[in-house]
């Protein structure tokens, strides 16, 4: 079946500074990607759709200067969080779309300290 | 806008015995997808079953099956011999179809964490 991947995996980070969290689909080729945000025993958060070759599209509540999204390619799609803050720490969950199916990546534990 | 209901925040279940997880949605749509997804303490989400709305048959996968009612906008999901790996959260979700299908993301559920005891 397809695969997501993300990277890194984990990442801890000094508050005021940005990290970027990468999102690929390894076999495919994704028109469209999803970035949620998942809260430890939470459901999964929609924060942003990611369109390959356009701005991507925020949620309402979602700070579109803080979290960066840019989708340079029909395989990689790119969070960036901006001057992170310790409650931007949480769980960051990518996916991909390939007809009706949406293939997940394995997340990204943000901390930021 | 559609949502999805998880009536049950966490269930129990003993190894090898059956048990049910319930899912309500509500939407104006006639044509969408359902899904139910699990989340092990890996995190990765896993693909457990989908079902067409079009579809009146339910879907089964090995021990995994669900009972859609569409009309009731219902959809549980029934694990047999459930295995001390089934131990997840489980997640319920709603996808409205749109042709060739691109860019529709999902609407999930709150979760009910299962637990498989042995």
């Known amino acids: 079946g397809a695969v997501v991947s993300q990277h890194p995996s984990w990442v801890i980070c000094k508050s005021g500074t940005s990290v970027k969290i990468e999102c690929r689909s390894l076999?495919?080729?994704?028109?469209?990607m999803f970035w949620y945000r998942q809260f430890p025993k939470q459901s999964l958060m929609l924060m942003a759709t990611s369109n390959e070759g356009s701005k991507a599209t925020y949620e309402q509540g979602v700070e579109k200067d803080k979290f960066l999204i840019n989708h340079a390619s029909l395989t990689l799609s790119t969070l960036t969080v901006t001057s992170a803050h310790p409650e931007d720490s949480s769980f960051y969950i990518c996916?991909?779309?390939?007809?009706?199916?949406?293939?997940f990546g394995p997340g990204t534990r943000l901390t930021v300290t | 806008a559609q949502t999805v209901t998880q009536s049950q925040p966490e269930m129990s279940v003993q190894e090898a015995e059956t048990v049910t997880l319930s899912c309500t949605y509500d939407t104006s749509e006639n044509n969408y997808y359902l899904f139910w997804y699990k989340q092990p303490p890996s995190r990765q989400m896993i693909l457990v079953i989908r079902?067409?709305?079009?579809?009146?048959q339910n879907a089964t996968e090995n021990r995994f099956s669900v009972n859609f009612q569409k009309a009731a906008k219902s959809f549980s999901l029934k694990i047999s011999d459930s295995q001390l790996g089934d131990t997840a959260m489980y997640f319920c979700?709603?996808?409205?179809?749109?042709?060739?299908?691109?860019?529709?993301?999902?609407?999930f559920g709150p979760g009910t964490r299962l637990s498989v005891l042995p």
């Open positions: 076999d495919f080729q994704a028109t469209t």
């Open positions: 996916s991909a779309t390939q007809g009706i199916e949406q293939y």
């Open positions: 979700a709603f996808m409205k179809h749109v042709r060739d299908n691109y860019g529709q993301n999902f609407v």
């Open positions: 079902q067409e709305a079009y579809k009146q």
